[in-house]
């Protein structure tokens, strides 16, 4: 595989990850999306929020490798980046910024994340997709060896699948 077919399978992973995305909106259903359970207390609203404020940080670095920028700071405060693998405080701060927007609005910000994501990878240079060490925050894994959406899976959908469950 080239390094050009690694942007194009990585934007074919998004687009798939956005239909994945779709198809859980769908059975989750709008009439459900400010009830509390899918992730504890929170919403799936909120749930979408926390998911996008991640997102957004990836993004920005993504956007930024594309032009040759620096890395942004993180969205966030920058007192809450230093404590050491605890990302509570990130996530009251991404639930506290999200609580008073609808959530058309949340979801329209999530749906344009793809785009945006997909836009970034594409126009990397080829070698920010292979090298395992081009992104210092993917600790030594090339950008095509990461699961860009492993947060949603291994960390909310089992835990949004079985609140559908108790629900149905």
């Known amino acids: 595989m080239t390094e050009t077919d690694s942007r194009s399978a990585i934007v074919a992973r998004i687009e798939a990850e956005r239909d994945h995305w779709r198809d859980l909106l769908a059975q989750v259903g709008e009439d459900r999306m400010t009830e509390p359970g ?7 609203k909120d749930l979408a929020a926390h998911l996008l404020g991640w997102r957004n940080r990836t993004i920005g670095r993504l956007e930024a490798a594309a032009t ?50 997909g836009a970034a990878v594409a126009v990397l240079p080829e070698e920010m997709v ?12 090339s950008l095509r060896d990461t699961d860009l959406f492993g947060h949603l ?16």
Not at 94 to 104: A, G, N, T
Not at 153 to 168: D, F, G, K
């Open 38 to 44: 899918p992730m504890g207390e929170w919403s799936f």
């Open 68 to 117: 040759g920028a620096p890395e942004p700071p993180a969205p966030w405060p920058p007192e809450l980046d230093e404590v050491d693998d605890d990302d509570d405080a990130i996530n009251a701060w991404i639930q506290e910024q999200s609580r008073d927007r609808s959530v058309r609005d949340v979801l329209d910000a999530v749906e344009k994340s793809y785009a945006r994501m």
């Open 130 to 141: 292979t090298l395992p060490d081009a992104f210092p925050w993917l600790e030594g894994t």
């Open 153 to 168: 899976h291994e960390e909310h959908e089992p835990a949004i699948r079985a609140w559908l469950a108790r629900r149905a």
